[in-house]
T-cell receptor
Framework: AQTVTQSQPEMSVQEAETVTLSCTYD???????LFWYKQPPSRQMILVIR??????QNATENRFSVNFQKAAKSFSLKISDSQLGDAAMYFC????????????????FGTGTRLKVLA | SQTIHQWPATLVQPVGSPLSLECTVE??????LYWYRQAAGRGLQLLFY??????ISSEVPQNLSASRPQDRQFILSSKKLLLSDSGFYLC?????????????FGPGTRLTVT
């Protein structure tokens, strides 16, 4: 079974600084996606960034970028120029390969990292 | 555009009472739908998912059940709630498009079992 591990329950960063959130996963599949989701105090889940496993190039979305190390099964999120609005819970997620018996894909989430941004 | 709704937003129920949480999606047809529970310190736990009417896959066979009576409606139920059922319940819709595959989430239901 696939697992996603976020070993940092909480992180802090000074405004305008850079922070990296860690995520490791375990799988025997070769076809999968990885995601980072943000959950602000409103609790609405927001997609931050997506990485396809077959792509070697690390995904980037404005101030957010990932370091995808497929062999090490590591998928970290780097937030540059941190802003107060970045304060939230961040979840790493894994999308499985096609599940034949159910006809779709499964998504597995980590336990989250709470990011605090200090003014 | 697509929108996902959850009802109710907040619910307080006594132990042993039944439960029915509703999720509806607008602006798309034949969506893949998912139910998650978020408990403190445990992240999002996948409970059920469905590819169509009457088709339910279960990940956590506790005292919860799910049903898909209509194409864009997904319901989470329980006959008798336990204290451990307390949590934040999220419904999600899987969006497959060119260049991407992601889930969009509803606003959630906060359930407190007393």
């Amino acid at each position: 079974a696939q697992t996603v591990t976020q070993s940092q329950p909480e992180m802090s960063v000074q405004e305008a600084e850079t922070v990296t959130l860690s995520c490791t996963y375990d799988t025997s599949e070769s076809d999968y996606y990885l995601f980072w989701y943000k959950q602000p105090p409103s609790r609405q889940m927001i997609l931050v960034i997506r990485q396809e496993a077959y792509k070697q190039q690390n995904a980037t979305e404005n101030r957010f970028s990932v370091n995808f190390q497929k062999a090490a099964k590591s998928f970290s999120l780097k937030i540059s120029d941190s802003q107060l609005g970045d304060a939230a819970m961040y979840f790493c997620a894994y999308r499985s390969a096609w599940v034949r018996r159910s006809g779709t894909y499964k998504y597995i989430f980590g336990t989250g990292t709470r990011l605090k941004v200090l003014a | 555009s697509q929108t996902i709704h959850q009802w109710p937003a907040t619910l307080v129920q006594p132990v042993g009472s039944p439960l029915s949480l509703e999720c509806t999606v607008e602006g798309t047809s034949n969506p893949n739908l998912y139910w998650y529970r978020q408990a403190a310190g445990r992240g999002l736990q996948l409970l059920f998912y469905s590819v169509g009417i009457g088709q339910i896959s279960s990940e956590v066979p506790q005292n919860l059940s799910a049903s898909r009576p209509q194409d864009r409606q997904f319901i989470l139920s329980s006959k008798k709630l336990l204290l451990s059922d307390s949590g934040f319940y999220l419904c999600a819709w899987r969006h497959l498009r060119t260049g991407g595959d992601e889930q969009y989430f509803g606003p959630g239901t906060r359930l407190t079992v007393t």
